[in-house]
């Protein structure tokens, strides 16, 4: 996979986050298996809890244009370590592209990939699997 161009589309909705309270703002993109491309960015709220990480912003954007099947996805931030999605966004990803590998990258072209389902083992296990 080549994930030049869904870090490029990460980094430039990244300037679009809304983060006045962790100035932290991230950039995500995710390609759909129809080639199309979708972005999100974080979105905070002054009750903290219920910030929108960029990672779910790009899958709403996706499921709402109809893509539900996905192949790849990039998240930027301006980290010295490339920032991996946080486990809320990792068990939504899981419900839609377990196998999907995930590249993130700072602003220095570090990056790191792993699929969701290496970040997040046994997503589904279990549940609402009454005997
Ligand atoms: N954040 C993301 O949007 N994605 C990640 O992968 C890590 C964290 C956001 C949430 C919050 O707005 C800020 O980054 C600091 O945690």
Same mark, same amino acid.
């Given at each position: 996979m080549q994930f030049d161009e869904l870090i490029a589309e990460a980094k430039a909705v990244?300037? =679009?986050?809304?983060?006045?309270?962790?100035h932290f703002p991230v950039g995500a993109a995710i390609l759909g298996r129809s080639g199309r491309i979708f972005t999100g960015c974080n979105v905070e709220n002054l009750?903290?809890?219920?910030t929108i990480c960029a990672e779910r912003g790009a899958v709403c954007a996706a499921l709402a244009a109809?893509? =539900?099947?996905?192949v790849a996805m990039a998240v930027v931030a301006d980290s010295r370590e490339p920032v991996t999605p946080c486990g809320a966004c990792r068990q939504v990803l899981a419900e839609f592209a377990p196998e999907m590998e995930i590249c993130s990258a700072n602003l220095h072209e570090v990056r790191f990939s792993a699929r969701v389902i290496d970040l997040l083992p046994r997503p589904k296990a279990g549940i609402l699997d009454n005997p």
């Open positions: 990244r300037l =679009r986050a809304y983060a006045p309270y962790s009750s903290f809890g219920l109809g893509e =539900r099947d996905f």
